[in-house]
């Protein structure tokens, strides 16, 4: 186990809802990444937070959006929800450090159906 | 675009054999390579990573060969096990930030 939990770790949304998707990190890391991962490929980047600000971002649109806590926990929102965004969301965390990072560490996921 | 591909996305191999998975890159700027393994269900679990700076790197039961004149990456199993059955990425990072680029991924079975 890597330490980093996701909740929930299943959900089922309408086209055109929101919906809040959220990550621990990994005692001492204080980044936090988020990836899309659809069936049968690879994950790709949506973002990332470091010290509470975003700290890089993939080819995603804005309601694509995210915050990260004093705790280092973070929030994944999406809006106007589209099939298209049905997919495994991931979280990693990693540290930060004079610079470089640490190797990332994954939750499970959380698994989104959208209808 | 930058991208990061497999050349093989099924891997089928017997029980003690040893397993090789490829990986081509195509972004010369990134200095940093990972393997990652992905159980189904579970998000990808870092098997071993690799700096440019170095052509090899050995851990338990796994090998990472690079070969940055063709840019090609590869994941060495020793003594291949039914436990390693798994999906396998292999991931690049540039040194400026922790955005990792996968790749589609390789399936491993292992047969008894």
């Known amino acids: 186990e890597t330490g980093v939990t996701q909740s929930p770790t299943h959900l089922i949304k309408t086209r055109g809802q929101q919906v809040t998707l959220r990550c621990s990190s990994q005692?001492?890391?204080?980044?936090v990444s988020w990836y899309q991962q659809a069936l049968g490929q690879g994950p790709q980047f949506i973002f990332q937070?470091?010290?509470?600000?975003?700290?890089g971002r993939g080819n995603f649109p804005p309601r694509f959006s995210g915050l990260q806590f004093p705790n280092y926990s973070s929030e994944l929102n999406v809006n106007a929800l589209e099939l298209d965004d049905s997919a495994l969301y991931l979280c990693?965390?990693?540290?930060?450090?004079?610079?470089?990072?640490?190797?990332?560490?994954f939750g499970q996921g959380t698994r989104l159906t959208v209808v | 675009g930058e991208s990061v591909g497999l050349h093989l996305p099924t891997l089928s191999v017997q029980e003690g054999d040893n397993s090789i998975i490829n990986c081509a890159y195509s972004?010369?700027?990134?200095?940093?390579f990972i393997w990652y393994k992905q159980e189904s269900g579970k998000g990808p679990q870092f098997i071993i990573d690799?700096?440019?700076?170095?052509d090899k790197r050995q851990g338990q039961r796994v090998t990472v060969l690079l070969n940055k004149t063709v840019k090609h990456l590869s994941l060495q199993i020793a003594a291949t096990q039914p436990g390693d059955s798994a999906v396998y990425f292999c991931?690049?990072?540039?040194?400026?930030?922790?955005?990792?680029?996968f790749g589609g991924g390789t399936r491993l079975m292992v047969k008894p």
């Open positions: 937070y470091y010290r509470e600000e975003e700290n």
């Open positions: 990693a965390s990693s540290g930060f450090d004079r610079g470089l990072n640490t190797e990332a560490f």
């Open positions: 991931a690049e990072r540039r040194n400026a930030g922790n955005m990792l680029t």
């Open positions: 972004n010369s700027a990134s200095d940093y």
């Open positions: 005692s001492g890391h204080n980044t």
């Open positions: 690799i700096r440019s700076n170095m």
